[in-house]
Nanobody, 131 residues
Framework: VQLQASGGGSVQTGESLRLSCAVS????????VAWFRQAPGKEREGVSC????????FYTNDMKGRFTISTDNAANTVYLQMESLKPEDTAVYYC?????????????????????????WGQGTQVTVSS
């Protein structure tokens, strides 16, 4: 199982970035995935998650309307489109998956953003937003 995040970079306030997470060893048709972030000196926090097959996306309140999670199940890739970036969005962004529950593709699944729920993690990609 691997999750490979990419797409981070340095941008100005108000600009956009799209993060990608290429997954292997499991199918996005069957497992929920999420994006988390961790700023220096702070705890890891949830950004957005989505159920199997890209269903039922969920966002932390601060990200609603600015961030969009999506999946390309054929390419086994998860995206996070980030608009109107702010300096407080500066963090390392991680993608993660819930594998321990087994395949959920046949179920209606509502994801949650609890760090401890996720048991497969990518290496993170740095996003820096300057004012």
């Amino acid at each position: 199982v691997q999750l490979q995040a990419s797409g981070g970079g340095s941008v100005q306030t108000g600009e956009s970035l799209r993060l990608s997470c290429a997954v292997s060893g499991f199918s996005l048709d069957d497992y929920p995935v999420a994006w988390f972030r961790q700023a220096p000196g702070k705890e890891r926090e949830g950004v957005s998650c989505v159920g199997p097959r890209g269903t039922n996306p969920f966002y932390t309140n601060d990200m609603k309307g600015r961030f969009t999670i999506s999946t390309d199940n054929a390419a086994n890739t998860v995206y996070l489109q980030m608009e109107s970036l702010k300096p407080e969005d500066t963090a390392v962004y991680y993608c993660a998956a819930v594998l321990w529950m087994g395949p959920q593709g046949d179920n209606i699944f509502y994801c949650a953003l609890r760090v401890s729920t996720y048991d497969a993690w990518g290496q993170g990609t740095q996003v820096t937003v300057s004012s």
